[in-house]
């Protein structure tokens, strides 16, 4: 469902993002992308969902290569795949609500159908009672569900988290974890960069591990 063969990715002035990577993602699968600062993790998220273009080397996600795929169907591979940051990047002049029912607007799904969907979504992630509260007054735990709700709620085939939990307290990203968890569970593959090694650890999940913008374990 995702695959890197000899993906390289130098930015301008000769940075390195990603060097000769190679692997591949099974759909269903959980994996963890880890690294210290400047690796790549954000690189290697980035070129899935073609916010950035590798400069050598193919990318295929779901049924597209992604150096072939024009661009009026950028779009229709991004409806496909849910993104959620660390600073979570919520539009802070509108409610928990409408963050997640905006992330609706753009598909084609009946005014009705759109209504069900959201609130199906909130009562899952368990926001629903601070639907009407704008993101000033959630916790970061709970910005960064509303952040999951709007990557939901578009029933993504991949979901890529980037350090989701690196603004949280331990509490909240466990329960951000135990949310990615069940997410995964139910079907949607899920790729999460972190540097927290030992979160990792813990967890027996398959890991891509980058150093440098190379790929060194791979299990
Ligand atoms: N837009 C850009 N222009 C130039 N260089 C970039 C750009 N984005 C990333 N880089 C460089 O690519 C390398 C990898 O960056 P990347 O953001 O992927 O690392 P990361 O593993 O996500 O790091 P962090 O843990 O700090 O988030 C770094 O050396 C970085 O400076
Ligand atoms: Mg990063």
Known sequence: MISFNRVTKIYQKDWVG??????QIKQ???IFVCGPTGAGKSTLLKLI????????GIIKVLDWNLGTLRKNNIP????????????FKLLQDRTLEENVAFALEVTDIPPRD??????????????????FSYPFQLSGGEQQ???????LVRDPYILLADEPTG??????????????????YKGTTVLMATHDLKLVKKMKKRMIYLEEGKLTTHN
């Open 18 to 23: 990603l060097k000769d990577i190679t692997f």
């Open 28 to 30: 269903g699968e959980f």
């Open 49 to 56: 969902y073609k916010d950035e273009d590798p400069t050598e």
């Open 76 to 87: 229709q591979l991004r409806r496909k795949i849910g993104v959620i940051f660390q600073d």
């Open 114 to 131: 759109l209504r069900k969907k959201l609130m199906e979504t909130l009562t899952y992630l368990r926001l629903s009672h601070k639907r």
């Open 145 to 151: 569900k509303v952040a999951i709700a709007r990557a």
């Open 167 to 184: 603004n949280l307290d331990a509490k909240s990203s466990q329960e951000i974890m135990n949310t990615l968890f069940d997410i995964n």
